[in-house]
């Protein structure tokens, strides 16, 4: 079966910058749309950014835009996401999520999830 694993979550300071990682097993990474999540304390899980089989497939969360990068090195079946700019309403705990077909920006058209990686940033 296919598994994530979430790493890199840790406190930053706002301003500052975080890469965390998603290791993806499977023979046929490479086929899958990834795609990042995130969830605040009380709140839902909302889609952060999106990245297709073809990586010129990118979509992002208006509230990322130009501070967040989705990545993915297929040779390594691994996606990450560059975070620069962080400001404390991005504290919440990072999810990566696979799934077949195209980008998508609901939560269950994807059909694996990681335990998630918690992303705090100070004020």
């Known amino acids: 079966q296919v598994q994530l694993v979430e790493s890199g979550g840790e406190l930053v300071q706002a301003g500052g910058s975080l890469r965390v990682s998603c290791a993806v097993s499977?023979?046929?990474?490479?086929?899958?749309?990834m795609g990042w999540f995130r969830q605040a304390p009380g709140k839902e899980r909302d889609f952060v950014a999106g990245?297709?089989?073809?990586?010129?497939?990118?979509y992002y969360a208006d509230s990322v835009k130009g501070r967040f990068t989705i990545s993915r090195d297929n040779a390594k079946n691994t996606v990450y996401l560059q975070m620069n700019s962080l400001k404390p309403e991005d504290t919440a705990v990072y999810y990566c999520?696979?799934?077949?077909?195209?980008?998508?920006?609901?939560?269950?058209?994807?059909?694996?999830w990681g335990q998630g990686t918690q992303v705090t940033v100070s004020s």
């Open positions: 499977g023979r046929t990474f490479g086929r899958y749309t």
């Open positions: 990245i297709g089989w073809s990586t010129a497939d990118q």
């Open positions: 999520a696979a799934k077949f077909g195209g980008v998508a920006y609901a939560r269950h058209l994807y059909n694996y």
